[in-house]
Nanobody, 124 residues
């Protein structure tokens, strides 16, 4: 069983950057694909980026392509999301999730473990 804890959220101006981190406490972290989702008020939770169990494959929502980079370090049980050129529409609670090995599933229902979320607010 994995327990996930996100960190790194905060308030940033449009055009700025943030780096989110997710630390897993279980002993099977390396077998899971990992993903970042976000949920804005009144909206459904949406896929942002995913990474395969080995880190060899990454996947991005169209809104994240070219601005966000997902990475993982299996030795440290961490997955990160580097977010550059942030926009006000990126404002949301960001969650990391552990699920299928590919890390490519866009549906939240495919992920078994979730963190508590970290707030990202981008001001205009």
């Amino acid at each position: 069983q994995e327990q996930l804890v996100e960190s790194g959220g905060g308030l940033v101006q449009a055009g700025g950057s943030l780096r989110l981190s997710c630390l897993a406490s279980g002993r099977t972290f390396s077998i899971y694909g990992m993903a970042w989702f976000r949920q804005a008020p009144g909206k459904e939770r949406e896929f942002v980026a995913g990474i395969s169990w080995s880190g060899s494959s990454t996947y991005y929502a169209d809104s994240a392509k070219g601005r966000f980079t997902v990475s993982r370090d299996n030795a440290k049980n961490t997955v990160s999301l580097q977010m550059n050129n942030l926009k006000p529409e990126d404002t949301a609670v960001y969650y990391c999730a552990a699920g299928p090995m590919s890390g490519s599933d866009y549906s939240p229902s495919r992920y078994a473990y979730w963190g508590q979320g970290t707030q990202v607010t981008v001001s205009s």
